[in-house]
């Protein structure tokens, strides 16, 4: 009991952040050094500089979708006169608690965006980089510090962060909101606030130096997800030009029953109606707008497990995402631009070692559970990820869930792209630090704290050590040359080639940087068997 607690405690301090406070507000601050002001669409912002940065944080990108826009596309900002003081974040979308992190107040008023730019000018159009944060779609948000753009600014791009709805205010389908949608679908509302905000970043991102036909999507987890979903969304055509998905693709390959359509969306959709009482209502819509988001949030997640979420995430509904995207990536209808994705070697340990319920599996229970989950696969997956005593299952697990919901998906996404003709560059991310969290080895989410050049965040504390920093900035360059050229390489850099189906080509981003071949080629196999048809 100890040993779980500990775990918890640690995970609880893995991705605490400071609180956010407010977003734009219309305080007059002083002008002068230290100060910028920028002219947008909807009117004059003023943000901050640091140390050469130019630092805008809390801008609105939408209206708040609240009252009648809840679970509506979202909506222009109203213009404000005057100049607005944009020098905090926003509240963070309302979700529920996690055992990962403390979100603290949340509003339902959260569609906001922060802005990084190290331009002097805005005639430099500079790199754009829109990171879309990651929580299995129902937790998160842009404002934690291992988010804060100001290293990555440094290389010379300008670094956007965005906030957008969760769990139910972003993903839910009913049959009544199917009904007065002008499209006969719901759901997708917070992949809709992604694009209004890559939307507004077209527009206005030359106010800030940057280039709006230079722009790379990038995200990790839910926010890799995203970015695989955009790639494939006719809404987003000609918003970006570069893709990075890190640690989130499809998890066709752990095969498990997922909204994963408007159909099954909408009966959790009216359960959760009938949950909330609104059921009962002559206009059901307008009394479940009317019910405080906090009690949906509640409602929604009462005796249910938010991060391992197969309710309340994107579907395909013909519309933002046309059909299955293992299937359009398959028919290589995806977006042609070049594709950086990757994985970390111990996806599944924050998830399956912290479990409680794995924790208590017997062998035989393991067994069933991927017998029911595999059917006709499920001899092959136990032959690969074989546990033979009862303290061996959560390890095995962890390495089963990992490699077949992460792993799989990345070599699909590179297979087909790069068939496609799409450059694309491929890593796996084994560096474990020496810090309190080794435990957990290279685990899901570790490598953001490398790209954002963030080693001390909050309560997570990387060492600075020569292999750590070095390999910070390495990735720092790799990310942001690939936003700048499409190709990640450049001057004092070890050589990374580009991968292809054949060759497997990868680069390991360990103690040493170090090209490989044949990710995970053990397990593709059960992967094509798993995920054939599709």
Not at 169 to 184: R, V
Request: include cysteine; hydrophobic fraction near 40%.
């Amino acid at each position: 009991m100890l040993k779980r607690l500990l775990i918890v405690i640690v995970l609880a301090c893995l991705m605490m952040s400071s609180l956010p406070l407010s977003g734009c507000a219309t305080q007059p601050v002083k002008h002068g050094e230290g100060v910028s002001e920028v002219t947008l669409d909807s009117g004059t912002a003023r943000g901050t500089v640091q140390d050469g940065v130019q630092v805008f944080l809390g801008i609105p990108y939408a209206a708040p979708p609240v009252g009648e826009l809840r679970w509506k596309e979202p909506q222009p900002v109203k213009p404000w006169k005057g100049v607005r003081d944009c020098n905090k974040f926003s509240l963070a979308c309302p979700q529920p608690a996690t055992r990962l992190y403390d979100i603290g107040q949340t509003s339902e008023d959260c569609l906001y965006l922060n802005v990084w730019s190290p331009a002097r000018s805005d005639d430099e159009a500079l790199p754009v980089m829109v990171w879309i944060h990651g929580g299995g779609f129902t937790t998160g948000t842009a404002s934690f510090k291992m988010y804060d753009g100001m290293n990555l600014a440094r290389q010379g791009v300008i670094i956007v962060t965005i906030n957008y709805r969760l769990g139910p205010l972003g993903f839910l389908s009913h049959p009544l909101l199917s009904k007065e949608s002008a499209h006969g679908v719901s759901g997708n509302y917070g992949l809709l606030d992604q694009i209004a905000a890559l939307k507004w970043v077209k527009s206005n991102i030359k106010a800030f130096g940057g280039n709006p036909d230079l722009v790379t999507i990038f995200g990790e987890s839910a926010g890799a997800g995203s970015v695989i979903d955009l790639m494939i969304s006719p809404l987003a055509d000609g918003l970006f030009q570069r893709a990075i998905s890190e640690s989130g693709s499809f998890s066709d390959a752990y095969p498990i029953n997922r909204d994963d359509t408007v159909a099954k969306a909408e009966i959790t959709g009216e359960a959760l109606a009938k949950k909330l009482g609104a059921d009962k209502s002559p206009d059901a819509l307008t009394a479940m707008r009317l019910i405080p988001a906090d009690d949906v949030v509640k409602a929604a997640f009462d005796g249910y497990e938010a991060l391992g979420s197969t309710r309340y995430r994107p579907v395909v509904d013909g519309w933002v995402i046309p059909a299955d995207p293992w299937s359009m990536y398959s028919a290589g209808k995806q977006k042609k631009v070049p594709l950086l994705i990757g994985t970390q070697a111990d996806e599944g340990t924050i998830f399956i070692l912290t479990n409680l319920l794995v924790q208590a599996m017997t062998v035989q229970d393991y067994e069933g559970y991927i017998t029911t989950i595999y059917k006709d696969n499920a001899a092959e997956a136990l032959s690969l990820f074989p546990a033979a005593a009862k303290g061996d299952v959560p390890g095995v697990y962890a390495k089963l869930f990992g490699i077949m919901s992460f792993g799989a998906g990345l070599l699909h996404a590179a297979d087909s792209s790069s068939a496609n003709g799409s450059p694309v560059y491929v890593y796996r991310f084994t560096h474990v630090p020496d810090f309190f969290l080794k435990m957990f080895g290279a685990f899901h989410g570790l490598d953001i704290f490398y790209v954002f050049g963030n080693l001390r965040a909050d309560k997570v504390s990387i060492p600075d050590s020569e292999v750590d920093t070095a390999l910070s900035q390495d990735m720092m360059k790799y990310w942001t040359n690939f936003a700048r050229t499409g190709d990640p390489n450049g001057t004092g850099l070890t050589q990374w080639p580009a991968y292809t189906a054949a060759g497997g080509q990868y680069m390991e981003f360990g103690d040493q940087l170090t090209v490989r071949s044949g990710m995970y080629k053990e397990y593709r196999g059960l992967m094509d068997r798993v995920t054939a048809g599709k």
